[in-house]
């Protein structure tokens, strides 16, 4: 084989240099040959810098070789293979020195697709060898690795978009295991496939790196081994936090308002569901700016210049806030229109029924079985966000106007609640609150809880509600006539339309005949 994964000459004086210094020495070469950096570290170990990421991908090495020199005889460290691992480079080699300076052994690894990475970085270690016999041909191994990671990568392609691997921390008695199921659910609406959870407990996370840099390196250690492209945070990631993940590998990072933002920007219909979710992103990038352009940063001169860095973050700034501003206007006329809208149903004394609850609860089937409407409605969250209005007929020529809203969620995002707010800000007015509950979810009390405490947030503590129990159909019999009474609500299934005439009857008793009314939702936590 060709021995080009070192001149013997360049490793010579890679080792003398080394030894001249008391410092580790390295080299990344291209598979060309061509060395691209030369990197000086200290005695213990080196710093590789930020590389670019024109070669990326589960199947993919980054075309680079690390040689370096170990000054103490030792094998590759763990750093060195969390390196290799997270770089994806083609080769990770350590040269020892001898008593005079010079090359004596030489440790090597690679990337090893058959690894299994809970067992530790997933490399193969070669035999060491004598720098002066040894005979490698590095651009041959990597191809035949890269072929090796493309098969395992095809063997795991999963249909229907990226695959992700899902990064929770939480306190130690959080309620891990159901926040990361919804985690996944809002990763697979977005087009993201979850392959494997990983649940951290802590009382804080890491300022940093969320869970500490070196589980935070197993973590994209193993992303990476699985062949998943995104790392999904089920907190919100501060733009220090996001800078120092994305630091680690290739890897794009997403937090759980990214995914959500997302969602509902494939789920906007119409031109102010759009303008909103506009608003909100926006909303949300404004702040992270610096963190997105870290290498702003570096552009500026010395002491008490601006720098173009400075310039570029400024004008990406305000180019953000024109177009908040201008998007501020646009909904501003839209809600204009609503509001005339509105004037004339009052006028026309006809109720208004705002269905609303938990994301994924059944509220537009529900809407749809009872008025008679085709509204999409579909298995999966944030299906509405577009409010739509129905009428619904009572004997006695009377009519209720039934209104769907969009799915409330633990923890709704800031800018979703700010950018939404005027549309949610309806609810106050409306004459009563149908809170759709999907007591088949062994949630369904905590989202309770999130959808009162939302509506609490939105002013809407004094509007009556009427509780609704969906989706009993899925439950043992007798079950839901026992959490129905103890709860004050209606059970029904809204495919099943014969269990929908007791949810009418209570419409009409809480609007036309108040005494008859069931009382409003109120004290959940004491009866959780």
């Known amino acids: 084989m060709g021995r080009d994964w070192i001149t013997p000459e360049a490793g010579r004086r890679l080792a003398e240099l080394s030894a001249e210094l008391h410092r580790q020495v390295g080299l990344l070469i291209g598979r060309d040959g061509r060395v691209t950096h030369v990197i000086l570290g200290d005695a213990r170990g080196l710093t590789i810098p930020r590389l670019a990421r024109d070669r990326t991908g589960p199947a993919r090495l ?11 005889g030792e094998p590759l460290s763990r750093d060195d293979l969390a390196d290799l691992a997270l770089l994806r480079l ?18 090597l690894a690679h990337l090893d697709a058959a690894a299994e990475a809970e067992a530790g970085p997933p490399v193969a270690l070669l035999p060491p060898a004598r720098f002066h016999e040894l005979t490698l041909d590095a651009a041959a191994l990597a191809a035949e690795v890269e072929q090796a990671l493309a098969r395992r990568a095809r063997a795991q392609a999963v249909a229907g978009g990226e695959a992700a691997l899902l990064v929770g921390c939480f306190p130690p008695r959080a309620a891990a295991e159901a926040a990361m199921e919804e985690l996944a659910a809002l990763c697979r609406a977005c087009g993201l496939t979850p392959l494997e959870r990983v649940v951290q407990r802590r009382p804080q996370p890491d300022p940093r790196t969320v869970l500490g840099r070196g589980k935070m390196v197993e973590v994209v250690t193993a992303a990476l081994h699985r062949g998943a492209t995104t790392l999904v945070f089920h907190g919100d990631l501060t733009p220090a936090q996001a800078k120092a993940v994305t630091a680690l590998s290739d890897l794009k990072v997403l937090d759980r308002t990214q995914v959500i933002l997302d969602i509902f ?5 119409t031109r102010e569901a759009k303008l909103r979710v506009e608003l909100a992103q926006l909303t949300y990038l404004k702040p992270r700016l610096v963190g997105l352009f870290p290498q702003l940063s570096r552009l500026g001169g010395g002491i008490g210049t601006r720098g173009p860095g400075e310039t570029k973050l400024e004008v990406d700034r305000r180019r953000i806030d024109g177009r908040i501003a201008q998007l501020h206007r646009q909904l501003e006329a839209l809600a204009q229109g609503e509001r005339l809208r509105r004037r004339r149903r009052r006028r026309a004394h006809l109720p208004v029924v705002s269905i609303v609850g938990y994301t994924n609860a059944g509220k537009t089937t529900l809407l749809n079985r009872l008025t008679g409407s085709r509204l999409e409605a579909a298995d999966r969250p944030f299906a509405t966000l577009d409010t739509a209005s129905r009428r619904l007929r009572f004997p006695e020529e009377r009519e209720v106007l039934l209104t769907d809203t969009v799915g409330f969620i633990r923890d709704l995002p800031p800018a979703l609640v700010g950018a939404f707010r005027a549309t949610l800000a309806e609810l106050a007015e409306a004459d009563l609150l149908l809170h759709v509950v999907d007591v088949s979810d062994p949630e369904f009390r905590r989202h309770m809880e999130a959808v009162e405490q939302l ?32 709860w004050g609500a209606v059970a029904c299934s809204a495919l099943d339309r014969a269990t929908l005439r007791p949810v009418a009857r209570a419409i009409e008793a809480a609007l036309f005949r108040r005494p008859e009314a069931r009382p409003a939702a109120r004290g959940l936590a004491a009866r959780a």
């Not at 680079?64 to 000054?71: E, G, K, S």
């Not at 920007?265 to 219909?269: E, I, L």
């Not at 509780?467 to 079950?479: I, M, Y």
């Open 62 to 72: 980054r075309g680079l070789r690390l040689v370096h020199t170990h000054l103490a």
């Open 90 to 107: 083609d080769l990770m080699a350590a040269i020892t020195l001898t008593p005079e300076g010079l090359p004596d052994r030489v440790h």
């Open 265 to 269: 920007a494939r789920r906007a219909g």
């Open 455 to 486: 509506l609490e947030e939105l002013g809407c503590a004094a509007v009556p509600r009427l509780l609704v129990f969906n989706k009993v159909d899925r439950l043992e019999p007798g079950r839901a006539a026992r959490l129905a009474a103890a």
